[in-house]
């Protein structure tokens, strides 16, 4: 079975440009998260989407902004791009919403976003 | 609010020894759970093994285990006869319930010694 895939791998843009990532989960899965990965730190949680409903967002601006597809796909969007969002950004699924604590999530290998 | 800290941004280790990498956590939540991830080069994040905060024993998974001490808030990784492919970072990371987003560490580069 195929795993959570991203595209594109790599990406580059300007500073005021605009970029949309893709995820695709793995069969099954109706949860998609997204997370931002700056070099040098662990993942920071973005958004939570199940069954095409936001069910969570981080402290991000409203620059960023995801949707999810009736097929669980899902996109997440930036905005005006700024040098600071230069990151590795990972899509992660899992079967539900993650109501328990042991809801484990599966990642992308990511999109590398780089803002010249 | 949930906190991980990690504070060993590096380790080294000599091949088929084992290694502990640490990790702390802070919440208030007396529910929770705690994880492991392995991020190679490639950027994959991949599960490694859960502890839930009410588990009695420490997890196990292959030649990973998870050394748990709630009172010290700890969650210890121990892998044993490290292998040149464990050479990557590592995250600690946890959830409390009713749909927390998984809370992440800044993570250990372990690189393993031939």
């Known amino acids: 079975d195929a795993g959570v895939t991203q595209s594109p791998t790599h990406l580059i843009k300007t500073r005021g440009q605009h970029v949309t990532l893709r995820c695709s989960p793995i069969?099954?899965?109706?949860?998609v998260s997204w997370y931002q990965q700056v070099l040098g730190q662990g993942p920071q949680f973005i958004f939570q989407?199940?069954?095409?409903?936001?069910?969570g967002r981080g402290n991000f601006p409203d620059r960023f902004s995801a949707r999810q597809f009736p097929n669980y796909s899902s996109e997440l969007n930036v905005n005006a791009l700024l040098l600071g969002d230069s990151a590795l950004y990972l899509c992660a699924s899992s079967m539900s919403t993650g109501e328990g604590t042991n809801e484990k999530l599966f990642f992308g290998s990511g999109t590398q976003l780089s803002v010249l | 609010a949930q906190k991980i800290t990690q504070t060993q941004p590096g380790m080294f280790v000599q091949e088929k020894e084992a290694v502990t990498l640490d990790c702390t956590y802070d919440t208030s939540d007396p529910s929770y759970g705690l994880f492991w991830y392995k991020q190679p080069s490639s950027g994959e994040m991949i599960f490694l093994i859960y502890q839930g905060s009410y588990d009695q024993q420490n997890a196990t998974e292959g030649r990973y285990s998870l050394n748990f001490q709630k009172a010290r808030k700890s969650a210890n990784l121990v892998i044993s006869a490290s292998q040149l492919g464990d050479s990557a970072m590592y995250f600690c990371?946890?959830?409390?319930?009713?749909?927390?987003?998984?809370?992440f560490g800044k993570g250990t580069r372990l690189s393993v010694i031939a």
């Open positions: 989407y199940y069954e095409k409903e936001e069910r």
């Open positions: 069969s099954g899965h109706k949860s």
């Open positions: 990371a946890m959830r409390s319930t009713g749909n927390t987003p998984l809370v």
